[in-house]
């Protein structure tokens, strides 16, 4: 929970790249979003981050100044309850993410944090059709981990899009 008793929401990296890209690189959004961040509400893991410096390094530089308050503390996302979830997933969901892949996967990280903090995962992974069974909402479901779509998630929080 945020400081204010309401719930935490840990954003995938399709969503912030979504702003970008669906949403016409909306400073209305980014601004109601900073708030969001500096309220307590909105995180990411760092592995999210770090995908957006390799992949994305416009909307990164966008999130930069907010890092300190973004990014969950590694000692959540290394404790023994969020390790713990992670084996879990990649011995129940071994296709959610490839092991020999570059990089630093994300999902599993977004989710064992969820867990551990009671967080609901954003993401604009598809819920449905083919492959969604590798996809972040079906794991989050068998894991009894919240999660919601970007434009649920800004009906939820109040943002104006």
């Keep these: ?27 209305q959004i980014w601004d109601q979003c900073f708030a969001l961040i ?19 390094p416009d909307v990164h530089a966008r999130l930069k100044p907010y890092r300190k308050r973004l990014v969950v503390p590694d000692a959540t996302i290394y404790s023994a309850d969020a390790v713990a979830e992670m084996r879990g997933l990649r011995a129940q969901h071994p296709k959610l993410y490839d092991q020999l892949g570059p990089g630093n996967p994300a999902d599993p990280f977004l989710i064992g944090a969820g867990k551990v903090m009671g967080a609901i995962v954003v993401t604009d992974e598809r819920s449905a059709g083919k492959a969604h069974k590798t996809k972040i909402p079906y ?10 779509s970007r434009l649920k998630f800004f009906e939820a929080v109040g943002v104006v899009w």
């Excluded at 929401?9 to 016409?24: F, G, K």
């Excluded at 500096?38 to 994305?56: I, N, S, Y």
Aim: proline share 0%; aromatic share 8%; charged share 30%.
């Design 139 to 148: 794991v989050c479901t068998q894991r009894n981990v919240g999660w919601t």
């Design 1 to 27: 929970m945020a400081e204010d008793g309401e719930a935490i929401y840990l954003v995938d990296t399709c969503v912030w790249v979504n702003i970008r890209d669906e949403h016409a690189d909306s400073s």
């Design 38 to 56: 500096e309220a307590g509400r909105v995180q990411t893991v760092r592995q999210v981050f770090d995908e957006l410096e390799r992949k994305f």
